[in-house]
């Protein structure tokens, strides 16, 4: 069997956690590679609205497996309040919930970090989420963080005070307050409750569950854009986002990758700083805001919105291998009599083109658009053939811009608002 792959193509919040709560039926096991409790991914049904942070997406099924990957950094604390919050649902989350043991572990001094290092920045903030991401995979990279097979160890406490006072020798430099017992009591706590959960070594599970004819989705976090190589850097997440982020999050080799499920808005948003090529700094940009309900799951953040960006997909796309798309939220153009396509970039010497440059930052790029009419139509309930025609030319005209069939269409938040295209 292979491994599927889902992923966002934009800045994120394109609606991952609906798609795999909609896809997970079809898989065993699903498994997050990145990310941590950064990522947002909402899922609604039965009239409930649901977040979920460092869970996988397919926890809401009851005969589906799901694996948080060694690529993830998990934070206990956080861990034990969505457990909290699922409790009302009656969900097997003991037997159906696995972790990596080599998942990096976020200590209450990485939040403390997040949050100096973003005050330092002061105008050049990358717009961090402040939950402790960036210095978590900084300390793993540096080889001095702690995972989650740790806690399992004797020595635990040793190796978690060696690292807050590396932290803390850091922490005197900036104006921070805290409170250090309390903070310390939440999270020794919170490893306590996280003990009490299947801690594997997940690469041996995926691989024997392989082996065994399972079907595998690995579901990633943020998006595409936000790659520590290949987004928009420096104003990034710390992780890869892409395919090949599976392979490294997981413990899946690249010859076990299937499907590249790439989901992508009908339109453009992004939170915090960093370059927008089509932000729509106007009304129709607050109305999309407004109409998409667009404030960060997470954060609560006002996203900013925009047209859609077909180089930036292009170069998503090429980047991840991507096989089928998934546009979302096309209700959200309903309320427009006319939509525009940004086809290319101008750039400041004049040039034209249709890949992303290498700087971003200060380049001054002029979104070159293509208009299309609007459908200006409630498609709450429709199926497929009862689509308005401006709809399905704008597919199409998406489908051959970009080269890969788009084979589902969402049209409201529900998973039963969902319309599966045939794959051409």
Known sequence: ??????????????????????????????????GGPNAGHTLEFDGIKHVLHQIPSGIFRSKTRNVIGNGVVLDPIVFQTEIGKLSKYNLDVRSNLFISKKATLIIPTHR???QAQEKAKGDDKIGSTLKGIGPS???????????VGDVLSPS?????????????????LHDVSFDWPELEKAFMDAVKFLKTFNLIDSEYFLNQELSAGSTILAE????????????????????????????TGLGIAPRHIGEVYGIFKAYST?????????????????????????FGSTTGRPRRCGWIDIPSLKYSIMINGVTQLLMMKADVLSIFPSIKACVRYQLADGKVTDQVPYELIHERITPIYEELKGWNC?????????????????VEFLEA????????????????????????
């Open 378 to 394: 409630n498609l709450k309930g429709l199926n497929e053939k009862e689509l308005p025609i401006e709809l399905v030319h704008y």
């Open 220 to 247: 990633g976090a943020q998006g595409s854009l936000l790659d520590i190589d290949f987004g928009s850097y420096p104003f990034v997440t710390s992780s890869n986002t892409v395919t090949a982020g599976a392979c």
């Open 156 to 172: 635990f406490r040793e190796k978690f005070n060696k690292l807050v006072n590396v932290h803390m020798e850091i922490l005197k």
């Open 1 to 34: 069997m292979k491994v599927d792959v889902l992923l966002g193509l934009q800045w994120g919040d394109e609606g991952k956690g609906k798609i795999v709560d909609v896809l997970a039926p079809r898989y065993d096991v699903v498994a997050r590679f990145q």
């Open 137 to 147: 995979y900084q300390d793993k990279i540096g080889r001095q963080g702690l995972r």
């Open 270 to 294: 992004r939170v915090g700083s960093g370059p927008f090529p089509t932000e729509l700094l106007n009304e129709e940009g607050e109305a999309l805001r407004k109409e998409g309900n667009e």
């Open 112 to 114: 403390l970090l997040d």
């Open 401 to 424: 811009q970009l080269g890969v069939p788009i084979s589902l269409i969402s049209t409201g938040p529900d998973r039963k608002e969902t319309i599966h295209r045939f794959k051409k």
